[in-house]
Every structure is written in C-alpha cells, then in structure tokens.
C-alpha cells in the first residue's frame, strides 16, 4: 500500500486510541501526526450529516490504513451506517487496499475476541481479473472474455446442455449455480483470494463476487462501478442510501467522470456497425423462421411498456450494459411503437448509422450542440430525437431475445446506440459533438475520421452519487488546490482540508532547475522546446545527474511526441551513451506489455546496483499507478510543463464551458490541471517517510507564484525560495547535499515524538488541545 509503514513497526505493541467519544482501532504500533488529524477532519465530516469532503494527505503517508481503520471504527459504533464503498482506480490499487482491510480487521478481531462482530470485505473487478476458466481466462481482451463467459453461462446455452451433452457449460459457473448462491462469506477476500476461493471450491469467483457485494459490509472497486451508469445500474443501483463512498487517488476524479458520460465513434466504427446491423437482420429472420414465438413476446412485453425488461428477466450471467445515461435520466415511457418490431429497429439504426457516415465526410473539424445534430437528424431522416431515447435499451433487449453467441461482435453497434441514446437524452447542455477527419491512430499513423460526443461538465455524473449517498469522500495525495475540485465538481463540501507532512528529517527536497550552466533558460515552451541549446541543457542535467545519484532515476516528459524527439535529439548528441555510463535506458511506451517489461527490467537494474534511468511521460501508465519507493526513485525530473494539448477541440468546448458556467478562467484551469499532473509524477517518488528522494521541475516556468503556489501543501513547504531559480550545477550540489544528508543513519528514535507518536503522543496532544480550548 502507499504509504505502508516500515516492517519494523509492524510486530510492535499494537495500540488503539479514543477522538473524542470514538474508539479507533488502528492496526500499527504508531501512527503520523497526519493521519491523526486527517481522522479528526473525517470524524468532523461524517458527523456533520449527509455531505461530501475533500481531502489532501501527503504521498507515502498510510492514506488508505487511515480511512480503512477510521471508517470500520466510524461503523462499529454507528451500526445504522450502511456499507463503506472504497473506490480506488486500479486493480492493484484494489488488491493493496483489501490487503489493509485485513490487517484492520483482523487486529480489530483481536481486540474483541470472540465477540468480533462477523464482517465480510471483498473486492470486485471485472471477469477478466476474476476469471479461473482454463480457456476463457487465457483471454486478454475484456470484452472478448465477457462474451465467452456468456457463451458458456446464459440460461439458453444451459437449457440446450440439457439435450445436448456436447454443449460447453462452465463447470465453475454450474457449482457457484448448484451450492454458492445460498453461502454467506465471511472474511476478507481480495481479488487473488477470490481466485484461489472459486478453484478450491468449484465456484466462478466473478458471480461469487457479484453475489456477496449485496451483504458485504465493505466493498472495493474501480470508480466505473458508481459512476458510469452502463455499470453502476448493474452492481450498486440497490445499495442502501446510509452508505459511506470512498473516492481515493481522486486528483483525476473530473476525468473519470467525463469519460462515464462520453463516447468516441470512428469510421472503422460505422463500417463494423453496418456488418453487425446484416448479421441481425439475418439472425432475426431465422428466428421468425424456427421460434417467432420469441420475437412476439419481446414485442408483447415492450407494449405493456416493459422497456427494459431484459434487464430485470436477465440473470447475472445474461446481463448487457445498462443505458449509458444517469439513473433519472432514464426514459420511463412506453417504447414508440414504430421501433417494437425488430425489423423496424434495425431499419431504424441503419438510417443512423448511415447519416453519421455522411456527417464525418467533411475536409475540417466541425463542433456543434447535440440539439443542433438532432434538427440534422430529424431533417435527413425524420427521426424524432424522442426515438433516438430508446436505442441503447431498445439494442440490449433485442441481443437478449436472440440469444446470440459471441456477444462481442456487437460492441460497434453498441457504441452507436449508447450515442443516440446520449444525444437525445442530454440535448440542453454541458455536451458537445467535435466531428475531426483528421484524428491521427498512434499505432497506424493513419488518420480516422471521429465523432466524439463529449461531456463537458463533470459534476454530471457525480451528481447522482452525492444526491444518493450518505457521506462522499474525496481525497488524494495531490488534489490541490482544493477550492478548484469545488467548482469543477459542482460541490460543497461540508469539510475541505489539506495536511503537511511532518518530518524529523528533511527527506523531500524539491527543486526548480531553470537554467543550463550556460545561463540559457531551461523550458518545454513551444516556441524553444526543440531549440538545440535547450534540448542539449535538458540532457546535461540528465548526465550530472546519473553520475551522483544512486540507482534509480526517473524522467517525465509531456507528451510521448516530445519525448521521441528528445530522445532522438539526445542520441544525435552522444548524449545517451554517456547517460549509459553512469546508468542504464529504458523507455515507456504507448503499449502497455512493453512498458511492464521496460519496468520490470527498471527494477532489475536498481536492485542489482547498475542503476538505471527510465524516462515515462506525464499521464501515462508510469506517473498514475506505479510507485518508485526507495532505490527505485531516488530523484524525479519533470521535463516542462505537463500542459495538455491546447489545440483540441474537446479542451477547447470544456474551457469555454467551464467560463461561461463556473467562471473558471481558461489560463486558471490550464495552469491547475498541469501542476496536479506535475504533482502527480513527482509525488511517485516518496513512498514513506523513511523513503526519500529529489524532485527537480525542470522548467524556469515552475518559478513562477502561480505555479508552485499550486502545488500541494506538503511539496511546496519543503520548496525554499533559495531552490526556485538554480542551474544545473548549482543543482547538482544540492542533490549531492542532500543524498549525503539522507545516507546518515536514521532510527525510530529520531521520529518519536515528531514525525512518529505514541499512544502517549496522542494524549498528550489532546490534553494539548484541551487545555487550549480552556
């Protein structure tokens, strides 16, 4: 886990504490002064009522075992609470949150005894992490895996098994179907615990899974289960309101709630549509030939306005995509009578699919409103947006009648559907629709023509989230500034707070490099980002670097562009053999296998003393979800300013959006999503207190008050004016300082009391406190 503390305090003395009237059961010897006052402002919250919270802790500092011990003590005393839903975005983010709900709760068993109320915590993700099926697990494509999961799971295939011995059913669906439905877990389960659950027991750890998340008292998953409503309807649309959700790593939470509301179509998209809308068509007819019986009861129940019907017939081994739209979204009426029948619908798809076809023909980009799309709809088609409502649910009760295999296919189709269905739905606001015949494939280099429906306003899908839970925390280890959240999430939160990091050590030394040895300015800017002298000075400081600090280094570019032609630059300079003197090269990529090799070799090169030097870019795989704690991140170097790409249309749409409706000015919000990335890569790199590590922004930009005062809290108290405006040498020798500071001998002894407490810290404290309040 981030922020775990050291294997040394984990076989002390376990203690507990009181705040207040709450008894807290905390699973470690000791605990930081941070993660303290971090559970007062969390206890501050949860007792306000139903409201949200954002909060900022420092990176390396026990986030995750601070809300896990907290919130289990929080629901220990008020049993009325509902679940406590943790959302973290990546699945071994999941596996190291549930692997501190186990220490939590098993020290909190011990505490109690036999009397330990029963708790069951479990993880859920998607088949193709759950998956124990000899063949079907071997599948790397999501989608692929859920359709032969289906293939061998929905109630028609097992009907035909029943005549048929030849059918392929999945042995661990049928023993999950046969004696798991009526098992009640208890314990901790993460997600290899699961796996290794469903093999000894014959049981589909993925229906296990989705059948204990209705009684689990804790439950971990990625952020698409609450928020995409293609998802959420599904898994969490029954949870009680009194739940307590969970939003960890959350500095990107406005993406991930734009993304939900979002949808890409791309000419190679339209043509499988047209493939897919033949198939049905051809499968319809034989249907109408051998059961029409089946066809009619569809169209019987969407008369009797039962729109959605498949959704609630369906078992959980049938189930498509809910509709793409927010729950009171969702249309209630009757489905129009003009697409009940199956041919009709298709006809009715064709139309669409074929004026799209026509709308991405253009020679430039084009941006318009989803109401203006719709009179062109409605004037080349004369379809009504009212019909277009219907196409996702309409699409997804259809695949269900069929009872077609390989379900997959059909996902072109789909996205076309969950379009129209978008449009018509959200047609007064907060969307955009950017049609781009020049949208270039990285993989290719050929260009594609795309039609991006896009939502413009994040507070949409967190909206239904914070109307119906309880209590909504929002907290990361670099969400600053926090005021920003607020207006772009659309909240007020009832309490928002950010915690520096308490140190008995100087151990974080950040650094703003702003200048070459030969005084010419150090930056990513357009207008000098390729200038020789420039790329030449970014690469010197690289070199120094790699001959004074110890094992592993780690660059962050802006974009994989800018980084292909550094790197390209630096090599036409001899510059990356003599960074192979000191160190070893590796690269991340755009495909995520070779980016995992280049980082396990990474590894290999520090733990073996070569040492070695990865350079990664900013909002890749490498700044979001890897950690470089100790001999793997000795120093980070942040290459420019991580601005994203001005010239997008859709980041055009959005800065005039968020002017016109939260007075968020465009330099205001550019310059807030660049420092929380830049912020993001260069927290990688401190991943504890006993941890240490440079952090040098390499850019005279980053010298300026409105960039470093953007920065977190913690990151920015360990930045002294004397480190804001240095050249390359003068910022080798204060790496060479500090890593000689760092490599004196460091105890606990010289954390007690300061940066490390005691039970008797804490009470001292709180006398501290109450003799203030006197």
């Known amino acids: 886990m981030s922020g775990r503390l050291p294997l040394d305090l984990l076989n002390s003395k376990i203690v507990s504490f009181k705040i207040e009237e709450l008894d807290v059961y905390f699973p470690y010897s000791y605990i930081y002064p941070e993660q303290y006052n971090y559970m007062v402002r969390l206890k501050q919250a949860l ?78 993700t998607s088949r193709r992490n759950l998956c124990v099926h000899p063949t079907v697990s071997e599948e790397k494509d999501p989608k692929v895996t859920d359709s032969k999961c289906r293939n061998l799971t929905a109630s028609w295939v097992r009907d035909m098994a029943k005549d048929d011995p030849r059918v392929d059913l999945c042995d661990y669906f049928e023993g999950f179907t046969s004696k798991g439905k009526d098992a009640l877990l208890e314990g901790i389960y993460t997600i290899s615990d699961l796996r290794d659950f469903g093999r000894k027991n014959g049981w589909c750890p993925y229906f296990v899974a989705r059948h204990s998340v209705d009684f689990a008292d804790i439950i971990v998953f990625s952020y ?8 959420s309807d599904l898994v969490t649309k029954e949870f009680s309101n009194n739940c307590i959700v969970v939003f960890d790593e959350a500095h990107n939470i406005d993406n991930a709630c734009i993304d939900a509301l979002s949808v890409n179509i791309t000419r190679s998209t339209l043509e499988a549509s047209t493939r897919n809308l033949n198939k049905l068509k051809n499968h319809i007819k034989e249907v109408r030939e051998k059961d029409a019986g089946r066809l009619k009861r569809e169209y019987d129940n ?120 978008l449009v018509s739905t959200y047609s007064k606001g907060g969307f955009i629709i950017i049609i781009d015949p020049f949208e270039n494939n990285y993989w290719t280099g050929e260009q594609d023509a795309t039609l991006q429906f896009s939502c413009l306003d994040a507070s949409l899908a967190l909206r239904p989230v914070l109307e119906k839970f309880r209590n909504v925390v929002i907290t990361s280890g670099t969400i600053s500034p926090l005021d920003m959240y ?33 005084q010419l300015a150090m930056s990513s800017a357009f207008d000098v980002r390729r200038d020789p002298a420039v790329v030449r000075n970014f690469g010197n400081l690289v070199v120094d670097l790699s001959a004074c600090v110890p094992d592993g280094i780690v660059c962050f570019f802006p974009s994989y562009g800018y980084m292909e032609d550094i790197v390209s630059m630096w090599n036409d300079m001899d510059i990356l053999n003599t960074i192979l003197v000191n160190k070893l090269l590796f690269v991340e990529t755009p495909d995520p296998v070779e980016t995992a090799v280049a980082l396990d070799s990474y590894r290999k090169a520090c733990n073996s003393g070569r040492g070695a030097v990865l350079f990664s870019v900013a909002r890749g795989k490498v700044s979001e979800g ?65 941890d240490y590590g440079l952090m040098i922004f390499a850019d005279k930009r980053y010298s300026r008050a409105d960039k470093f005062k953007k920065l977190p809290v913690w990151i920015a108290d360990a930045l002294p004016q004397t480190n804001l405006n240095l050249s390359t040498e003068l910022a080798v020798g204060v790496a060479k300082q500090f890593l000689k500071e760092m490599a004196q001998p460091y105890t606990r002894e010289d954390q007690l009391g300061k940066s490390l407490w005691t039970l008797e810290d804490i009470l001292a404290f709180q006398n501290r406190l109450k003799e203030k309040d006197k």
């Open 47 to 124: 007792d306000a009522g139903k409201g949200s919270c954002v909060l900022e802790m420092p990176s390396g500092t026990g986030k995750t075992v601070t809300l896990l011990s907290f919130i289990t003590s929080y629901k220990l005393a008020h049993p009325e609470m509902g679940k406590f839903v943790y959302c973290t975005r990546t699945v071994p983010e999941i596996e190291k949150a549930l692997e501190e709900a186990r220490r939590v709760i098993a020290y909190r068993n011990q505490e109690y005894g036999p009397s330990a109320p029963k708790v069951l915590c479990i993880g859920l």
């Open 224 to 231: 698409s289960y609450i928020i995409d409503p293609k998802i």
């Open 302 to 421: 969407l008369v009797e306005g039962l729109a959605r019907s498949h959704l609630h017939n369906c078992t959980r081994a049938e189930e498509l995509r809910a509709d793409p739209v927010l729950p009171n979204d969702v249309a209630q009426e009757v489905v129009p009578g003009n697409i009940r029948k199956a041919e009709h619908f298709l006809g009715l798809m064709q139309r669409v699919v074929e004026y799209i076809k026509t709308r991405i023909r253009v020679s430039q980009a084009v941006s318009e409103f989803p109401i203006s799309f719709l009179n062109g709809v409605y004037q080349a088609t004369t379809i009504e947006p009212r019909m277009l409502t219907f196409c996702s649910g309409r699409l997804a009760s259809l695949l269900y009648t069929l009872e077609l295999p390989d379900i997959d296919q059909y996902v072109p189709l789909g996205i076309v559907a969950d379009f129209a269905t």
């Open 486 to 518: 607020s207006k772009i999430l659309n909240i007020k939160p009832v309490i928002t707070d950010r915690f520096p990091m308490t140190l008995s050590r100087k151990s974080v030394c950040p650094m703003v490099v702003t200048k070459g040895n030969d």
């Open 626 to 690: 890897i950690d470089f704690d100790h001999q793997y991140g000795r120093a980070v170097i942040l290459f420019g300013i991580p601005y994203v790409n001005t010239q997008s249309k859709i980041l055009r749409a959005r800065l005039e959006y968020l002017r016109d409706n939260y007075q968020i000015r465009e330099g205001e919000f550019l310059t807030f999503d660049a420092m929380r990335t830049a912020a993001q890569c260069v927290g990688r790199v401190i991943r504890g207190k006993t």
